[in-house]
């Protein structure tokens, strides 16, 4: 099974600022990783695709990179509707897997 | 509109079954490979199950292999999940997702969830 880790768990900010979430696998997924975002009481909702493609409707300041084992999401400037838990899923191989979640939350 | 509606969430002591249900509208329901994933309080995601758009190939984690079992109804446009020999670690919100496209592996659609409760 891919243990996909991310950090850090909790990250502090304000809004206007950026954002950077990382994704580590514990072997190569090639591109093969998504990012999510969840709002308490609300279902997860796709960000990003393998690696660097924005989902249909993500506004354009969420951008992700990385490829092997090293991935990351970038929010270029913080609105107020951003703070949430982010999660990284791969799909390389079975079973699927997400990461334990990071938390970006009001500074 | 594109529309996944779980039911059939509740209370169920431990080694109980329940069956749960996913109503897909406004998206050609036999064309789209289909998953439930779980979300125990205060928890991350886990994948749970994953069948194919033909129902012919399914996968599950080893969490719930041997006790659950996912299915469909294409004629219906619905998803369920049958879950048997159930415990307290199964106790979790239940989302059915579906993939984005073929293959695809992401999940772009995703119902309101379903609070399953495993409990004495």
């Known amino acids: 099974e891919i243990v996909l880790t991310q950090s850090p768990a909790t990250l502090s900010l304000s809004p206007g600022e950026g954002a950077t979430l990382s994704c580590r696998a514990s072997?190569?997924?090639?591109?093969?990783l998504a990012w999510y975002q969840q709002k308490p009481g609300q279902a997860p909702r796709l960000l990003i695709y393998?690696?660097?493609n924005r989902a249909t409707g993500i506004p354009v300041r969420f951008s992700g990179s990385g490829s092997g084992t090293d991935f990351t999401l970038t929010i270029s400037s913080l609105e107020p509707e951003d703070f949430a838990v982010y999660y990284c899923?791969?799909?390389?191989?079975?079973?699927?897997?997400f990461g334990q979640g990071t938390k970006v939350e009001i500074k | 509109e594109v529309q996944l509606v779980e039911s059939g969430g509740g209370l169920v002591q431990p080694g109980g079954s329940l069956r749960l249900s996913c109503a897909a509208s406004?998206?050609?329901?036999?064309?789209?490979?289909m998953n439930w994933v779980r979300q125990a309080p205060g928890k991350g995601l886990e994948w749970v199950s994953y069948?194919?758009?033909?129902?012919?190939?399914?996968y599950y984690a080893d969490s719930v292999k041997g006790r659950f079992t996912i299915s469909r109804d294409n004629a219906k446009n619905s998803l369920y999940l049958q879950m048997n020999s159930l415990k307290a670690e199964d106790t979790a919100v239940y989302y059915c997702?579906?993939?984005?496209?073929?293959?695809?592996?992401?999940?772009?659609?995703w119902g309101q969830g379903t609070l399953v409760t495993v409990s004495s």
């Open positions: 069948i194919s758009s033909s129902g012919s190939t399914i």
């Open positions: 406004g998206f050609t329901f036999n064309n789209y490979e």
């Open positions: 899923q791969q799909r390389s191989n079975w079973p699927r897997t």
């Open positions: 072997q190569s997924i090639s591109s093969y």
């Open positions: 997702a579906r993939d984005q496209y073929y293959g695809s592996g992401n999940f772009n659609c």
């Open positions: 393998d690696a660097s």
